[in-house]
C-alpha cells in the first residue's frame, strides 16, 4: 500500500491526451510539499520528467505537464505517441515518515 | 553530466548482509544528498534512505534496524549496505543524487539499477 496512490494503468490513442492523477494526504502533498514524476521506459531506471509540481527539466518536451491541487496532483501527457508507452511514477516528501514517498505508479498504453 | 554506477553481488544468501556500491562520475559528491531507491521485480519504487555528503543520513523507518549508508568522499562513492536480508529484499537497487534537502526534493539522475536476488 503506497502513501501515494496512482490509479494502476490509464490508455489512450496516438494523438490524444491522458492525465495521471496522485492523491496523497495533509501529511505529504496536502502540507505544501512538491510533487515530482519519473517516467520508467520497459527495462530502464526512471527518469525525471516534472520536479516542482509543474517544472521540465530540460530536454523534456511541453507534452508532459504537472499541476499539484490541494492533496493531489496530475501529470497530463498531450500529443500521445507510441513511446510515452512507460510507467509513471509520482513522490513526494511525507512529514510522518519524515522520508520520501513514492506513488505505486501507472502503467500507460498506448492504443 | 554526472553519472552514477551501481555494483556489487547479484546474489546474497538469506539471513546476509546485501553491499552495493555507488560510484559517481562527471561530478563532484560533495554538496549533495545521496540517495538508494529500490524496485522489487514487477513493483514499484521505494525510497530505502539517503546520506548527505557529509554523512548525516535518513532511512526509510520500515527498514531502518537494517541499513547502513555511508560515503567516501575520496573515492566519490556513497555505499549501502542492508542486513538479515530474505527473498522480499529481492530488488532492483538504484541510486540517485537527492533530493535536495532533508524536507524533499527529486532525483536526479539515477544509474541503471542492479539486480540482487536473495536465495540459498
Known amino acids: 500500500q503506497s502513501v501515494l496512490t496512482q490509479p494502476p494503468s490509464v490508455s489512450g490513442a496516438p494523438g490524444q491526451r491522458v492525465t495521471i492523477s496522485c492523491t496523497g494526504s495533509?501529511?505529504?502533498?496536502?502540507?505544501?510539499?512538491?510533487v515530482h514524476w519519473y517516467q520508467q521506459l520497459p527495462g530502464t531506471a526512471p527518469k525525471l520528467l516534472i520536479y516542482g509540481n509543474s517544472n521540465r527539466p530540460s530536454g523534456v518536451p511541453d507534452r508532459f505537464s504537472g499541476s499539484k491541487s490541494g492533496t493531489s496532483a496530475s501529470l497530463a501527457i498531450t500529443g500521445l505517441q507510441a513511446d510515452d508507452e512507460a510507467d509513471y511514477y509520482c513522490?513526494?516528501?511525507?512529514?510522518?515518515?519524515?522520508?520520501?514517498?513514492f506513488g505505486g505508479g501507472t502503467k500507460l498504453t498506448v492504443l | 553530466q554526472v553519472q552514477l554506477q551501481e555494483s556489487g553481488p547479484g546474489l546474497v544468501k538469506p539471513s546476509e548482509t546485501l553491499s552495493l556500491t555507488c560510484s559517481v562520475s562527471?561530478?563532484?559528491?560533495?554538496?549533495?544528498?545521496w540517495t538508494w531507491i529500490r524496485q522489487p521485480p514487477g513493483k514499484g519504487l521505494e525510497w530505502v534512505g539517503y546520506i548527505y555528503y557529509t554523512g548525516t543520513t535518513n532511512y526509510n523507518p520500515s527498514l531502518k534496524s537494517r541499513v547502513t549508508i555511508s560515503v567516501d568522499t575520496s573515492k566519490n562513492q556513497f555505499s549501502l549496505k542492508l542486513s538479515s536480508v530474505t527473498a522480499a529484499d529481492t530488488a532492483v537497487y538504484y541510486c540517485a543524487r537527492g533530493p535536495r534537502s532533508t524536507v524533499g526534493g527529486w532525483f536526479d539522475p539515477w544509474g541503471q539499477g542492479a539486480l540482487v536476488t536473495v536465495s540459498s
Open positions: 495533509s501529511s505529504n502533498i496536502g502540507a505544501g510539499y512538491d
Open positions: 562527471g561530478g563532484s559528491i560533495s554538496g549533495y544528498y
Open positions: 513522490q513526494s516528501y511525507d512529514s510522518s515518515l519524515r522520508g520520501s514517498v
